[in-house]
């Protein structure tokens, strides 16, 4: 019989720079894999990929883009890793629930933040930069739909930099949530949740800080403590000079939200259409401050990696 430790080793494998980065206690910063996958158009996913990775490295961390290949969990790519999630064809979309198929069955695929928040926080990476989060669906009370995000973030020990929720779901149902799981939500200079395309949803949130040392301080304060092993969103807006027109997106997503319930679109459609709606709306400026509010993720992530770092 295998040892644990080599059952571990033939479906997580951290890259040699990510390993040596951990060992030695530098800031590392975990990104996700579906927006190179799923969510850009060929050429620019990979460039775009090569660029959030770049943006990690000018704030002094290491990237560790998560994805799974052939079965492993691979924790940090490669140039030829990059490559294939950014051209292979068929490759899944992996929440956390499709893991363990995916090592058995050696299948390649993107991760999603559910499958990314754990994958990072088992290989030892402790924070972890995205776009915007899963959460609460709209006519949740008829549909039951909530994303697997909230609960992965309620049990895995990991602080996420994001611009809020897709825009697309029930803010205020998934701040409740949020709160009713005992996820900590901290506002990066900001009073108010952001609207993931837009500066602000327009909802209060508890907690303001100031800095990355800031959030470094509620993590190391989470540690002290003890408790669940639950998550910390840090909230950074994009900025107000590259958010979505809000009335254009408060008009475009009126006009999706009425396209999918014409064509009945449900389930794990839904999010696909309404994004892919909103893009085709907008003449792609939605994508464009998604890019924008990833950009600022990523760099605020790759600040509160070496503040982290710095204090332990």
Same mark, same amino acid.
């Given at each position: 019989?295998?040892?644990?430790?080599?059952? !571990?080793?033939?479906?997580?494998?951290?890259?040699?720079?990510?390993?040596?980065?951990?060992?030695?206690?530098?800031?590392?910063?975990?990104?996700?894999?579906?927006?190179?996958?799923?969510?850009?158009?060929?050429?620019?996913?990979?460039?775009?990929?090569a660029e959030l990775e770049e943006i990690v490295r000018e704030a002094g961390a290491v990237p560790a883009t998560i994805a799974?290949?052939?079965?492993?969990?691979?924790?940090?790519? =490669?140039?030829e890793g990059l490559k294939r999630i950014a051209t292979e064809s068929g490759l899944r979309k992996l929440g956390f629930r =499709?893991?363990?198929?995916?090592?058995?069955?050696?299948?390649?695929?993107?991760?999603?933040?559910?499958?990314?928040?754990?994958?990072?926080?088992?290989?030892?990476?402790?924070?972890?930069?995205?776009?915007?989060?899963?959460?609460?669906?709209? /006519?949740?009370?008829?549909?039951?739909?909530?994303?697997? =995000?909230?609960?992965?973030?309620?049990?895995?020990?990991?602080?996420?930099?994001?611009?809020?929720?897709?825009?697309?779901?029930?803010?205020?149902?998934?701040?409740?949530?949020?709160?009713?799981?005992?996820?900590?939500?901290?506002?990066?200079?900001?009073?108010?949740?952001?609207?993931?395309?837009?500066?602000?949803?327009?909802?209060?949130?508890?907690?303001? !800080?100031?800095?990355? /040392?800031?959030?470094?301080?509620?993590?190391?304060?989470?540690?002290?403590?003890?408790?669940?092993?639950?998550?910390? !969103?840090?909230?950074?807006?994009?900025?107000?000079? /590259?958010?979505?027109?809000?009335?254009?997106? =408060?008009?475009?997503?009126?006009?999706?939200?009425?396209?999918?319930?014409?064509?009945?679109?449900?389930?794990?459609?839904?999010?696909?259409?309404?994004?892919?709606?909103?893009?085709?709306?907008?003449?792609?400026?939605?994508?464009?401050?998604?890019?924008?509010?990833?950009?600022?993720?990523?760099?605020?992530?790759?600040?509160?990696?070496?503040?982290?770092?710095?204090?332990?």
């Amino acid at each position: 019989m295998r040892t644990t430790r080599q059952a !571990i080793d033939t479906v997580l494998r951290p890259s040699d720079e990510v390993a040596e980065a951990l060992a030695q206690g530098a800031p590392v910063v975990a990104l996700e894999s579906t927006i190179i996958s799923h969510g850009l158009p060929q050429p620019r996913n990979l460039e775009v990929a090569a660029e959030l990775e770049e943006i990690v490295r000018e704030a002094g961390a290491v990237p560790a883009t998560i994805a799974v290949l052939d079965g492993v969990a691979r924790i940090g790519l =490669d140039g030829e890793g990059l490559k294939r999630i950014a051209t292979e064809s068929g490759l899944r979309k992996l929440g956390f629930r =499709d893991l363990p198929a995916a090592a058995a069955l050696g299948a390649s695929g993107a991760t999603t933040v559910s499958a990314t928040s754990f994958l990072a926080a088992r290989a030892g990476i402790r924070i972890f930069a995205t776009g915007g989060l899963g959460g609460v669906h709209r /006519e949740w009370a008829v549909t039951q739909d909530e994303s697997a =995000d909230l609960d992965m973030l309620s049990r895995t020990r990991i602080t996420v930099v994001c611009a809020g929720v897709k825009s697309i779901l029930d803010v205020p149902a998934t701040l409740q949530r949020l709160e009713t799981r005992g996820v900590s939500v901290a506002g990066f200079r900001t009073g108010e949740f952001p609207g993931f395309y837009l500066h602000t949803s327009g909802e209060p949130i508890d907690w303001r !800080i100031e800095s990355a /040392e800031e959030a470094a301080r509620i993590m190391r304060a989470q540690d002290a403590l003890g408790g669940p092993e639950s998550a910390l !969103i840090v909230a950074n807006p994009v900025p107000v000079d /590259e958010q979505l027109d809000p009335a254009l997106h =408060d008009r475009v997503l009126a006009e999706a939200l009425a396209a999918a319930e014409r064509e009945k679109i449900t389930g794990q459609a839904i999010t696909p259409f309404l994004l892919g709606y909103l893009v085709r709306g907008t003449g792609g400026a939605s994508l464009e401050a998604n890019l924008a509010a990833v950009r600022g993720n990523v760099r605020l992530a790759g600040q509160i990696a070496a503040a982290w770092s710095r204090g332990n």
